[in-house]
């Protein structure tokens, strides 16, 4: 094909959405609303998998050592630690600090902690942070092995669950959104297959004048494309606004100190090429598939 | 240019339409295909620009077997072919200069060789003043003088049309029928099926009638041969 023949497709492609205005809107219709909803929950999951991942980051294991350890011993103890594969960082913390994380930790009555500073009755510790928060529980019972070794906690009530929790919730989000883009592509190309329905005739002409399939289908390409990208302006603008707006108030709101959104920038851009992309993706190709079938004529 | 060889055609509702056809026509030459409604007129008109394929027999077009024909040639084989029909087969979206343009572009024609050509044949149909116009702003006969300038704008060797007379009025019909005339005069083979006694005899040439799917009267100069 010449150079000159796809510019002429390109061309032709964009003519047609003008041409045949009242099908594009409804095709444009329909590809704003569905990116709408896929957009905003494409929004919705990545931001509670932030959440998740940072709550996840702040698991941390608390090897307390036997007080009758000494100097020694508790640097052996330091370097077995290191030595667990999957450990990402271990941080030493002596008694007089855990004191003063204790005392700091409990405000006006820690003061009465205080005293025991002469003769402080807490043990070093140890604190470590795996490289995979998954591995928490085995690192910790890894731990609990070696020698001098007091006990071991990691909140070992909660992070279970937590993990078991943030594993089903990732795999319903990604099920959703597998299934709302599925359900997208559908509705899309099914909108865009009736508006080629009715231009069924025109495409038998087209053939009758020795148009090849390819000439007949690229203009529609061009179209599904553009149709594509106009349905995703809207709800680039929509979320990107909303987002905006959300980050806003949730970021002023001391009660929710504990979420913790992505920032604007790089997120919005993101989630605008992915709108884009699942738009121009879907009206090019179901736009493509739907006029092979009146190619066979 | 055409010839057909022991042609049946069976539909695959079990209607056969042509029935053992031999013909032969000539480069340059102007055939009328006359006969009854149902008789297998268009049929042996699809067959030719493979619209339909023969069930049985040969049909050879400019010394290729259409049967054996890939279907991706067959865009190949209708660029050689200009067709003209009694509904005009216009695209109605496009003007009537872009309908024309088509043509060409199909064929990948340089775009400065397109705008020529086309107002070029616009002019040999007498719509050049139109070319800016839809089809349903046209009369019927203006149409199908688009559909004209359409068929013949990459200088086919054949012009099939079928009934391009059955919607029009009479004084509309002979404009067409001088046209179709004068593209017959510089050289292209045409082709028309028709059901007007008054052209046929009035109009001199070929005709061939075809009657329950096979031809019952061949002859130079003849006439239309049926009572209205």
């Known amino acids: 094909m010449k150079f000159r023949t796809l510019q002429r497709h390109f061309r032709e492609g964009a003519k047609n959405i003008v041409r045949n205005s009242w099908m594009s809107v409804a095709s444009v219709g329909a590809v704003t609303v569905t990116l709408v909803l896929v957009g905003t929950f494409v929004a919705l999951m990545l931001n509670i998998n932030q959440m998740a991942v940072k709550v996840e980051e702040d698991v941390e294991i608390k090897a307390l050592i036997e007080l009758t350890a000494d100097e020694d011993e508790v640097k052996i103890v330091g370097e077995e630690i290191e030595r667990i594969p999957g450990v990402n960082t271990v941080r030493f913390s002596s008694k007089d600090d855990e004191l003063e994380s204790l005392v700091e930790g409990m405000g006006e009555q820690g003061q009465a902690w205080a005293l025991f500073e002469q003769d402080n009755p807490l043990n070093h510790a140890y604190v470590i942070k795996a490289k995979n928060p998954q591995d928490t529980e085995q690192i910790a019972s890894k731990i609990e092995q070696l020698d001098n070794i007091y006990k071991v906690n990691y909140g070992q009530e909660v992070v279970p669950q937590l993990f078991k929790f943030n594993k089903y919730a990732r795999t319903i989000g990604v099920a959703l959104i597998v299934g709302l883009v599925l359900t997208a592509v559908f509705l899309i190309s099914n909108t865009i297959k009736l508006t080629i329905m009715a231009r069924s005739r025109e495409i038998g002409i087209m053939k009758l004048v020795g148009a090849t399939n390819t000439f007949i289908r690229l203009p529609f390409f061009v179209e599904g494309l553009l149709l594509g990208i106009l349905g995703s302006v809207i709800p680039i603008a929509i979320i990107a606004t909303g987002y905006y707006y959300t980050l806003k108030n949730v970021s002023g709101q001391t009660s929710f100190h504990f979420v913790q959104l992505l920032p604007y920038s790089p997120f919005v851009w993101q989630i605008s090429a992915i709108i884009l992309f699942i738009g121009a993706f879907i009206g090019m190709w179901g736009s493509g598939m739907s006029v092979r079938k009146f190619l066979k004529v | 240019m055409i010839t057909m060889k022991n042609v049946h055609k069976t539909y695959s509702n079990g209607v056969t339409a042509v029935n053992g056809i031999n013909v032969e026509i000539d480069r340059g030459e102007f055939v009328y295909i006359v006969g009854p409604s149902g008789a297998g007129k268009s049929t042996f008109i699809r067959l030719i620009y493979r619209e339909e394929k023969p069930t049985k027999g040969e049909i050879m077009i400019k010394g290729i077997k259409t049967a054996e024909m ?27 200069y872009e309908n024309v343009a088509f043509a060409l572009e199909v064929i990948e024609e340089v775009p400065d060789k397109i705008r020529e050509r086309v107002m070029e044949v616009l002019d040999l149909v007498g719509l050049k003043n139109k070319a800016r116009s839809i089809p349903d702003e046209l009369s019927g006969g203006e149409q199908q003088r688009v559909a004209i300038a359409r068929a013949i704008a990459n200088r086919p060797n054949i012009v099939i049309a079928d009934e391009p007379t059955g919607n029009l009025d009479p004084d509309t019909s002979w404009t067409i029928m001088r046209i179709l005339e004068e593209i017959n005069a510089r050289g292209t083979t045409v082709i028309m099926a028709t059901h007007s006694q008054e052209i046929v005899n009035t109009i001199k040439k070929r005709v061939i009638a075809i009657e329950n799917g096979i031809i019952v009267r061949d002859e130079d100069r003849g006439d239309y041969g049926y009572e209205i």
Request: no cysteine.
């Open chain 2, 70 to 96: 890939k279907n991706r040639d067959v865009p190949l084989l209708r660029r050689d072919i200009g067709v003209v029909f009694q509904d005009f087969k216009l695209l109605p979206k496009l003007t009537v």
